[in-house]
């Protein structure tokens, strides 16, 4: 987790910003300031990462060193799919960010976004040897959208990124064992609503475990739960995401800066 390693930073004069990456560094500044709000968050360590449109795959992380309320759309840092910067930054990238974030953005196509936390609840259930209980709301709607990826140490070798993208196929929750929580998507909103949905599913779990015995759900109304889910439906994600970051607006707009 604190580990890093600076790579070479490519001719910043080759790379002019278009307009879809300042755009892309706004709604990822404000993504780390709605996690900041939400208190998901650990000192300077995980990320946020998103893909800037275009033929390459280069992508968006947040500079090593600094909290997620630090975070603006200028300080953000570009990187492509080796983890050289492409844009001279004060801030190194963090490694194991980069093997985590590159394995999933280099090989899903879809994952524009993604998110990785360490919430005491998320850890708590990435330890648990059965996992992620589907016995209460939030788990009801990601019943079958879940993927498990053991750990195997701080995730700074390269090696392990073919066996994180096989783990996960194609399930956009991800429990990384042992470790934290993690959800992929082809936006921001998208990611968001799946993390927020397996963190909720978390608390509930843990929650329960101390109260008593779940309640189970049967297995057709599990089915149904997620079909009727509104976590794939873009609409409401978009609406979602756009409620938090109006609250973060009013709180302090400088991630725009």
């Given at each position: 987790m604190?580990?890093?390693?600076?790579?070479?930073?490519?001719?910043?004069?080759?790379?002019?910003?278009?307009?879809a990456e300042r755009k892309a560094r706004v709604e990822l500044a404000a993504c780390y300031r709605v996690f900041d709000m939400l208190g998901w968050t650990e000192l300077i360590f995980n990320h946020i990462t998103l893909r800037v449109p275009g033929p390459e795959v280069r992508f968006l992380i947040n500079p090593f060193g600094l909290h997620y309320r630090e975070i603006t759309a200028s300080n953000l840092v570009l990187i492509d799919i080796e983890g050289h910067p492409l844009r001279e930054s004060r801030w190194p990238v963090n490694q194991a960010g980069?093997?985590?974030?590159?394995?999933?953005?280099?090989?899903?196509?879809?994952?524009?976004?993604?998110?990785?936390?360490?919430?005491?609840?998320?850890?708590?259930v990435a330890g648990l040897k059965d996992g992620l209980s589907h016995d209460n709301f939030y788990g009801a709607m990601l019943h079958g959208l879940v993927a498990y990826h053991e750990f195997e140490g701080i995730t700074v070798d390269p090696g392990e990124k073919g066996r994180l993208v096989r783990d996960i196929g194609d399930k956009p929750a991800v429990i990384l064992r042992n470790h934290g929580l993690l959800a992929w998507g082809p936006s921001v909103p998208e990611a968001f609503q799946v993390l927020w949905t397996l963190q909720r599913a978390c608390d509930l779990q843990i929650a329960t475990s101390?109260?008593?015995?779940?309640?189970?759900?049967?297995?057709?109304?599990?089915r149904q739960t997620v079909r009727e889910s509104s976590i794939a439906e873009k609409r409401t994600c978009d609406d979602v995401f756009a409620a938090m970051v109006r609250l973060v607006e009013a709180k302090d707009p400088s991630y725009r800066d």
């Amino acid at each position: 987790m604190s580990i890093y390693r600076e790579k070479a930073v490519r001719p910043a004069q080759q790379l002019p910003m278009s307009e879809a990456e300042r755009k892309a560094r706004v709604e990822l500044a404000a993504c780390y300031r709605v996690f900041d709000m939400l208190g998901w968050t650990e000192l300077i360590f995980n990320h946020i990462t998103l893909r800037v449109p275009g033929p390459e795959v280069r992508f968006l992380i947040n500079p090593f060193g600094l909290h997620y309320r630090e975070i603006t759309a200028s300080n953000l840092v570009l990187i492509d799919i080796e983890g050289h910067p492409l844009r001279e930054s004060r801030w190194p990238v963090n490694q194991a960010g980069f093997v985590i974030h590159s394995a999933i953005h280099g090989a899903i196509e879809r994952a524009h976004c993604v998110m990785h936390t360490h919430t005491t609840t998320g850890c708590a259930v990435a330890g648990l040897k059965d996992g992620l209980s589907h016995d209460n709301f939030y788990g009801a709607m990601l019943h079958g959208l879940v993927a498990y990826h053991e750990f195997e140490g701080i995730t700074v070798d390269p090696g392990e990124k073919g066996r994180l993208v096989r783990d996960i196929g194609d399930k956009p929750a991800v429990i990384l064992r042992n470790h934290g929580l993690l959800a992929w998507g082809p936006s921001v909103p998208e990611a968001f609503q799946v993390l927020w949905t397996l963190q909720r599913a978390c608390d509930l779990q843990i929650a329960t475990s101390a109260a008593g015995a779940p309640n189970p759900i049967r297995p057709e109304v599990l089915r149904q739960t997620v079909r009727e889910s509104s976590i794939a439906e873009k609409r409401t994600c978009d609406d979602v995401f756009a409620a938090m970051v109006r609250l973060v607006e009013a709180k302090d707009p400088s991630y725009r800066d």
